[in-house]
């Protein structure tokens, strides 16, 4: 039997001005979306992650509108790889995540559509502490092998329903989520993904990220 699968939609690179600095992002918009979510990397990792891209094109084909976007610039980037402190401010990261979240509510095909938060690693955070400071704005939240417990105080700010994906073998992060789940005051859900670590490598792991986020999306997005 084949399998039709929706044609993907080309991502344009755009570049999204922050307080005198450039970040550069793929933003891909599907033929009627319904939705968009933005992407927090973190950790080092950036708009190229293999992990989510895959996830991003899944998301496309359940006519979700995605923006891959580098929370840090090359400069940025290259001294964080360096020193490594750049991925754990949070409040940084949060703030960059904000000024994109205000750019597309005037982006040409992007301002009308609900918009949802995809955060990884340490950008589950920002995206967190992102949601806390626009509760008019995001209304979904999702989080795969994240530390929402640095979003700290700004946990019990947060409105839109919230997300939390986990390798069951990723034993720590397991127990921060844990935390941070007991903090948040809306409707927030921890999944542990069987099997997986913290980069969700093994078989079928990334596969069930990717459904579990579009499935919270679409049933999130859709709401009023």
Known sequence: MT???????????????????????????????????????????????????????????????????????????????????????????ADRVIAVMDWLQSHTGAANLPLGLFGASTGAAAALVAAANRREVVRAVVSRGGRPDLGGPSLVHVHAPTLLIVGADDVEVLRLNELALGEMHAIAKLVVVPGATHLFEEPGALEDVARLAREWFANHLDRP
Do not use: C, K, Q, W
Not at 31 to 38: E, K, N, P, Q, S
Not at 48 to 57: C, I, W
Not at 59 to 75: F, G, H, V
């Open 3 to 93: 399998v039709l699968r929706r044609a993907r939609p080309d991502s344009t690179t755009v570049r999204v001005p922050v307080r005198g600095r450039e970040l550069h992002g793929d933003l891909a918009i599907p033929i009627h979306a319904r939705g968009m979510v933005l992407f927090a990397h973190g950790s080092g990792s950036s708009r190229f992650s293999p992990r989510n891209r895959y996830v991003a094109g899944e998301l496309n084909d359940a006519r979700l509108a995605t923006l891959l976007i580098d929370l840090l610039t090359p400069e940025e980037d290259a001294i964080d790889t360096r020193t490594g402190h750049l991925r754990f401010d949070t409040d940084l990261l």
